[in-house]
């Protein structure tokens, strides 16, 4: 993802921050789509930090049900063009698969993202960045988005949301965010999957809209004018050019969930896909620890793509020991 600021901040510094953009997200929410739908997104984020389950689930259940009525009743003409005609949609193949990573400014890259921008071209040649110089190049989104974009009315992290959706409905290829780790060349496998993104099976018993079936920070297609990302994609442009705000901050994750339940033939392509990267986690909550060579190779041998963060504080030390990061940031965190 893209931002104009960057910072890292610590516990007390991260929870301020998220409550005033939880409270402020609530009220804006209430004005734009009322009280129905903003009252169970605000409980969402309180079960979530709360580590209350019980909570985030009532919160899904009725955010998902309320959001279905609202988006069947004002974007019906999308919805019907793709439960009706997604056998009828030309896909094919990708004319080359390439990997996507978002960085709107082009430099000044937070070292955690630099650090995992140099170890994927080291290892993957076929790596586009796109920026703000570049974008209009790779792919079609609206102008009125980007009109909103310079007026900060969207962020450049949901620009991000609609920018892969747009670049794989078009070109296919691989999503990655800017703070993934890919320790060696991206698998031949994966890339000849119709539909590729991590995944867990059988974790159906989180309060989550993707329950990992999917991680909207790293998923792919080898091939163009995947219904998926195509449906996807025609939601956000609508939501984001209508809409004062999202309804929800996870709004990509509800669509990708809304095309998993209704549309003909997606459930079945998400259902089939290979299980990928089951400990793409893991990685993060070692970075702040001393470096063992055994563990990061146990790591990384079935496991090829990490979520990290640069918002976090890091260290490259402790106890006079280097740790993950510090190997991270120095490039030596190689694969055997």
């Known amino acids: 993802m893209g931002a104009v600021k960057f910072k890292a901040e610590g516990k007390l510094g991260k929870a301020c921050s998220r409550t005033k953009w939880i409270l402020s997200s609530f009220f804006e929410q209430w004005r734009s789509y009322g009280f129905s739908i903003a009252y169970p997104s605000l409980m969402w984020w309180i079960g979530n930090y709360g580590r209350k389950p019980s909570i985030s689930f009532w919160a899904l259940k009725h955010l998902t049900a309320h959001l279905d009525q609202y988006f069947e009743k004002k974007y019906q003409s999308i919805i019907s063009q793709y439960i009706n005609n997604t056998n009828k949609l030309q896909h094919q193949p990708c004319e ?11 430099k000044g890259m937070p070292e955690l993202v630099e650090n995992c921008y140099k170890q994927l071209v080291k290892h993957n040649s ?18 009125e988005i980007y009109t909103k974009v310079s007026k900060g009315q969207i962020s450049y992290t949901h620009l991000s949301d609609i920018l892969r959706l747009s670049l794989l409905a078009e070109r296919g290829g691989m999503w990655l965010d800017a703070t993934c780790f890919v320790p060696y060349s991206i698998p031949d496998k994966a890339k000849k999957e119709v539909f590729y993104s991590p995944s867990t099976r059988g974790l159906d018993d989180m309060p989550s809209w993707s329950n990992s079936r999917w991680c909207s920070w790293n998923v792919g297609s080898c091939i163009k004018n995947n219904p ?28 990708f969930d809304y095309a998993y339940r209704k549309l003909p033939n997606i459930k079945e392509m998400i259902d089939n896909h290979t299980e990928y990267n089951t400990k793409r986690n893991e990685l993060h909550f070692l970075l702040n620890k001393p470096y063992k060579e055994d563990t990061y190779q146990q790591l990384i041998k079935n496991d090829w793509v990490f979520k990290l963060s640069y918002k976090s504080l890091w260290k490259k030390e402790v106890d006079n020991q280097i740790t993950f990061y510090g190997k991270l940031i120095n490039g030596t965190l190689n694969a055997d």
């Open 228 to 255: 998926f990302f195509m449906f996807a994609r025609d939601m956000l442009y609508s939501i984001y050019i209508n809409e004062s705000c999202v309804p929800h901050y996870l709004v990509m994750d509800y669509v």
């Open 96 to 106: 080359s698969y390439l990997i996507w990573v978002f960085w709107w400014q082009g």
């Open 126 to 143: 076929n790596v586009i960045l796109i920026t703000k110089n570049n974008i209009r190049d790779y792919t079609h989104i609206p102008e």
